[in-house]
């Protein structure tokens, strides 16, 4: 202690100088213009370079998102590229003609109108019928399924929304195929409904609902939600099954609007069967 | 005793008028060679009696260098230089203890440590004095060369003037 005393008053002068410096050297700054603007100057720079290096820094620990949202571009895109073609292993002779061609085609459009908050929402884009799109066309996010055009006119096209009663969207689980209309009946909205699953479908909760293919406006594939809940109702035969949707609709800005080349054949196709039965 | 302070008052005095009257419109007045800059009122520092303590130097020094500032409208400037040039007065002091310790009623003058070691003594703290001027003055080593060659030429002058004064008057306090 005693040392530490002697020790103080030994460094007494130095302190002193130490402290009137500062002192002096505070008004320079203040009270000097040249000063001043070297210093301010030399401050600027060391904030500067400071703020440059803790951007980096926490640039560096963004990596690991940026890194999982780039994966989930790259798996939807891979995903899509699987999926929109039409099947390679055609007969030779028709390979010309057909397998050259994307079946599905997606058209970036921006969403000018949309609403979340009403049991039939609609969502407006700012394509039409003169960049090709038809009524009935998927539109899909990055995220999933997200609505199906109703009307169109020369420059706009209005969607309704899966957020509306009335839209379904043919659905199936993941890798085991049970197929169903998925639709919106809660008053959540991220729950749907995914219905006609029948009681004996191997369905756990967390597997992946994507678009079935069945319909013609959704290439197979397009993810929709993942399995909330299940359940049975007494005396049912299918499950009762809620799923959490993908789709960010509350801050969508923009969209895809699926073209199906073979559309209008398939779904002649499809009526002349009918037609026929009845 | 009294007559020790008061022939320091009246030296800091007059040093600060001469400084700040005379030698300050010297250097502003010479445009064509602003390398140049007549600094003697260090020299209230450098003579103050070898028995005053040394804090009280380094406080005097502040203050002797902010009266400076005063009539050179550079506030803070010089007195960061006395500051400095006060706190390097004890280190330099005692470097330069002669054989046989300092005798502490006497003050470092020429009459009472002799020519040489006077002129060491002076140079040295001068020479600290206005480089570390010099360099407050820029703010910045980036002009370091400039900074040299001011000191040079201007601890040069102003030696000049310290010997004159020195000489001419040679006090024993």
Redesign the interface.
């Known amino acids: 202690m005693f040392n530490l005393v002697q020790l103080l008053i030994k460094l007494?002068?130095?302190f002193?100088?130490l402290v009137?410096?500062a002192?002096?050297?505070?008004?320079?700054?203040?009270?000097?213009s040249?000063?001043e603007k070297?210093?301010t100057n030399?401050v600027n720079q060391f904030t500067g370079w400071l703020q440059k290096k803790s951007t980096s820094t926490s640039q560096y620990f963004q990596l690991y998102d940026e890194n999982r949202r780039l994966a989930k571009e790259n798996a939807r895109l891979l995903d899509r590229l699987a999926n929109a073609g039409i099947n390679l292993q055609n007969p030779l002779d028709t390979m010309w003609a057909d397998t050259l061609n994307p079946k599905y085609t997606f058209l970036e459009a921006q969403i000018i109108q949309n609403s979340i908050n009403k049991n039939h929402n609609y969502i407006t884009l700012n394509k039409g019928s003169d960049d090709g799109v038809t009524p009935h066309s998927g539109l899909v996010s990055d995220d999933g399924v997200v609505g199906i055009v109703r009307k169109v006119s020369k420059h706009y096209a209005v969607a309704m929304s899966i957020l509306h009663r009335q839209a379904v969207v043919n659905a199936r689980v993941r890798h085991k195929y049970y197929f169903g209309p998925l639709n919106w009946k809660s008053n959540d909205i991220h729950i749907f409904n995914l219905e006609n699953i029948p009681k004996d479908a191997l369905v756990t909760k967390g597997d992946t609902i994507e678009t079935s293919g069945y319909s013609t406006m959704f290439p197979p594939g397009i993810p929709l939600g993942v399995v909330d809940k299940m359940w049975m109702e007494p005396g049912s035969n299918f499950f009762t099954i809620e799923v959490r949707s993908f789709a960010k609709l509350s801050n969508l800005q923009h969209a895809y609007i699926v073209r199906n080349i073979f559309k209008e054949e398939q779904e002649q196709l499809e009526e002349a069967v009918i037609n026929e039965d009845e | 005793m009294n007559n020790v302070i008061v022939v320091n008052v009246l030296r800091f005095l007059g040093l600060l008028l001469l400084q700040g009257l005379v030698f300050k419109n010297i250097g502003v007045g010479w445009e064509n060679f602003p390398y140049l800059h007549i600094i003697v009122f260090p020299l209230s520092i450098i003579l103050l009696p070898l028995r005053t303590p040394?804090?009280l130097v380094?406080?005097l020094?502040?203050v002797i260098?902010l009266s400076v500032?005063f009539f050179y409208d550079?506030?803070?400037?010089h007195?960061?230089a006395a500051?400095?040039t006060?706190?390097a007065r004890?280190l330099i002091l005692k470097m330069m203890e002669p054989r046989g310790a300092y005798n502490m009623s006497y003050s470092p003058t020429i009459a009472r440590m002799g020519l040489g070691w006077f002129v060491q003594y002076a140079s040295i703290l001068m020479f600290a004095h206005i480089f570390f001027y010099y360099s407050?003055?820029?703010?910045?080593f980036v002009y370091i060369v400039d900074i040299l060659i001011k000191t040079f030429v201007s601890f040069l002058a102003s030696m000049v003037f310290i010997m004159i004064f020195q000489l001419l008057l040679n006090p024993l306090d």
């Open positions: 007494s002068g130095f002193l100088f009137l410096e002192i002096c050297f505070s008004l320079v700054v203040r009270y000097n040249n000063q070297v210093y030399t | 040394r804090l380094i406080f020094g502040f260098g500032d550079t506030l803070g400037v007195a960061s500051v400095f006060a706190f004890s407050v003055e820029a703010f910045t």
